[in-house]
């Protein structure tokens, strides 16, 4: 709209122009208008006029219309003109495009890293070989001096005071060092009673017997001795010897069948190189070391100076301890300071005036106590009374003691099922303490309350 109102304005001014230069006075006067204004503005002057007095752009003269295409040439370099100073003017005006600042962000602190210093190795350089400095020695002539002639003092002889014989301390005997499972006590044997003399036992009736010499053990076998043996027995034929049950290493081994005891006096007896007492033929070629042994006398090697169960004999007068007709190892009467075992009010020699275990045993189940905790008899020997039960080699025989004449070495009867038990135990009272008590059990029947000692001929 800009440019047609330039080139309109444009126009007027040069038609008004041209008009003066000619020297008439048109009627009509150009009025800077709107574009309605100058459309009906010429209609309004020619209409008074007549003829020859029409204004010239009614009738374009000849002129006019030669210069009519010079005309539009200017129009439209006019139009031309205006578009580029238009453009121009409009690049001058562009607003400049925004400068903006990049921003300005803090450099991140990273930690130096902490490189370990390099352990360089310290330079290995040779010791200098210095060589020594070879001097000759000087070479001087000693001097020849005449050798002085002293007379020799004569010096009084000292008074030396007369030596005093040296005493020396004897050497104090080193004390023994105490390993209850391997100490042994010799018994010279003889003739002593054997049977209850004053309870009246039916199964323990006296009789007179002669024993030769035999070597029995201080303790009662322990849980220690019988791993032991049990573990070098397996890996030398006793492949079924089993393992020992007890409160602690040191206290006696129990759930010990007889036949299993049986067998492992062997493997002690092999362990320390000595002869077997126990075979599986009266041949006594085949030494019993594995399986459920049926053996008698006739199958024991008396001579053999291996381990083996003690007769019900040697075990009662070992128990005796030399003491002739009492009823315990310490006499007729017994309290718990003296054995373990249960105590009763209702038995008249028991002293201990209580029922059960000694309360010192009673941590718990079985409620053994350490081998050798209570005083030995008179032969030196631990727990022949109480702590556990002891297997015997003999068969058990009802009519044990019968009157016969004196019995050399008996070993009881050749054949049976059930063995002798000896001694009492922690659950038995003290009548089951007495040494002619006895009882019996199945030779192949485990109990928690039985173990063993073992003895040795001579």
């Given at each position: 709209?800009?440019?047609?109102?330039?080139?309109?304005?444009?126009?007027?001014?040069?038609?008004?122009?041209?008009?003066?230069?000619?020297?008439?006075?048109?009627?009509?006067?150009?009025?800077?208008?709107?574009?309605?204004?100058?459309?009906?503005?010429?209609?309004?002057?020619?209409?008074?006029?007549?003829?020859?007095?029409?204004?010239?752009?009614?009738?374009?003269?000849?002129?006019?219309?030669?210069?009519?295409?010079?005309?539009?040439?200017?129009?439209?370099?006019?139009?031309?003109?205006?578009?580029?100073s238009g453009y121009l003017?409009?690049?001058?005006?562009?607003?400049?495009?925004?400068?903006?600042?990049?921003?300005?962000?803090?450099?991140?602190?990273?930690?130096?890293?902490?490189?370990?210093?390099?352990?360089?190795?310290?330079?290995?350089?040779?010791?200098?070989?210095?060589?020594?400095?070879?001097?000759?020695?000087?070479?001087?002539?000693?001097?020849?001096?005449?050798?002085?002639?002293?007379?020799?003092?004569?010096?009084?002889?000292?008074?030396?005071?007369?030596?005093?014989?040296?005493?020396?301390?004897?050497?104090?005997?080193?004390?023994?060092?105490?390993?209850?499972?391997?100490?042994?006590?010799?018994?010279?044997?003889?003739?002593?009673?054997?049977?209850?003399?004053?309870?009246?036992?039916?199964?323990?009736?006296?009789?007179?017997?002669k024993l030769a010499p035999?070597?029995?053990?201080?303790?009662?076998?322990?849980?220690?001795?019988?791993?032991?043996?049990?573990?070098?027995?397996?890996?030398?034929?006793?492949?079924?010897?089993?393992?020992?049950?007890?409160?602690?290493?040191?206290?006696?081994?129990?759930?010990?069948?007889?036949?299993?005891?049986?067998?492992?006096?062997?493997?002690?007896?092999?362990?320390?190189?000595?002869?077997?007492?126990?075979?599986?033929?009266?041949?006594?070629?085949?030494?019993?070391?594995?399986?459920?042994?049926?053996?008698?006398?006739?199958?024991?090697?008396?001579?053999?100076?291996?381990?083996?169960?003690?007769?019900?004999?040697?075990?009662?007068?070992?128990?005796?301890?030399?003491?002739?007709?009492?009823?315990?190892?310490?006499?007729?009467?017994?309290?718990?300071?003296?054995?373990?075992?249960?105590?009763?009010?209702?038995?008249?020699?028991?002293?201990?005036?209580?029922?059960?275990?000694?309360?010192?045993?009673?941590?718990?189940k079985p409620y053994t106590?350490?081998?050798?905790?209570?005083?030995?008899?008179?032969?030196?020997?631990?727990?022949?009374?109480?702590?556990?039960?002891?297997?015997?080699?003999?068969?058990?025989?009802?009519?044990?003691?019968?009157?016969?004449?004196?019995?050399?070495?008996?070993?009881?009867?050749?054949?049976?099922?059930?063995?002798?038990?000896?001694?009492?135990?922690?659950?038995?009272?003290?009548?089951?303490?007495?040494?002619?008590?006895?009882?019996?059990?199945?030779?192949?029947?485990?109990?928690?309350?039985?173990?063993?000692?073992?003895?040795?001929?001579?």
């Open positions: 709209m800009l440019f047609r109102n330039d080139a309109t304005i444009f126009l007027s001014l040069q038609k008004a122009g041209k008009a003066m230069r000619q020297g008439k006075s048109s009627p009509h006067r150009t009025v800077l208008a709107g574009n309605d204004e100058q459309a009906s503005e010429p209609a309004a002057l020619t209409d008074g006029i007549q003829g020859d007095e029409r204004p010239f752009y009614s009738r374009p003269s000849q002129r006019n219309r030669r210069t009519k295409s010079l005309h539009k040439g200017l129009v439209a370099a006019g139009f031309l003109i205006s578009a580029v003017l409009g690049l001058n005006h562009r607003l400049p495009a925004p400068q903006l600042a990049a921003p300005q962000l803090p450099a991140p602190q990273l930690p130096a890293p902490q490189l370990p210093a390099p352990q360089l190795p310290a330079p290995q350089l040779p010791a200098p070989q210095l060589a020594a400095p070879q001097l000759a020695a000087p070479q001087l002539a000693a001097p020849q001096l005449p050798a002085p002639q002293l007379a020799a003092p004569r010096l009084p002889a000292p008074q030396l005071p007369a030596p005093q014989p040296r005493l020396t301390a004897k050497p104090r005997a080193a004390a023994p060092v105490v390993k209850p499972e391997t100490q042994y006590v010799t018994l010279k044997g003889g003739t002593y009673s054997m049977g209850d003399p004053m309870d009246d036992l039916k199964d323990a009736r006296t009789h007179q017997v035999f070597a029995i053990a201080r303790y009662e076998v322990t849980l220690e001795l019988w791993d032991s043996v049990m573990l070098w027995g397996r890996d030398h034929g006793y492949s079924d010897l089993p393992a020992g049950s007890g409160k602690a290493h040191n206290h006696p081994v129990y759930g010990i069948s007889w036949a299993d005891a049986v067998k492992w006096c062997n493997a002690l007896s092999e362990k320390e190189g000595l002869t077997p007492c126990y075979y599986t033929g009266t041949g006594r070629q085949n030494v019993a070391r594995k399986g459920m042994v049926d053996i008698g006398n006739p199958q024991v090697n008396w001579e053999a100076k291996g381990y083996r169960l003690p007769t019900e004999a040697e075990w009662e007068f070992a128990a005796r301890g030399g003491l002739s007709g009492k009823r315990f190892p310490c006499g007729n009467e017994i309290t718990q300071e003296q054995a373990n075992y249960h105590g009763s009010t209702r038995i008249e020699y028991d002293k201990c005036q209580r029922e059960g275990t000694a309360a010192a045993l009673m941590s718990s106590a350490v081998v050798g905790s209570f005083p030995p008899n008179e032969f030196g020997l631990h727990d022949m009374a109480g702590n556990v039960s002891e297997w015997c080699w003999d068969f058990y025989d009802p009519e044990y003691g019968s009157p016969v004449p004196l019995i050399n070495n008996p070993h009881g009867p050749d054949k049976g099922k059930n063995c002798v038990v000896r001694g009492g135990s922690w659950r038995h009272t003290a009548a089951e303490a007495r040494c002619a008590s006895r009882f019996n059990l199945p030779g192949d029947v485990p109990a928690a309350y039985v173990g063993f000692r073992v003895v040795r001929g001579l």
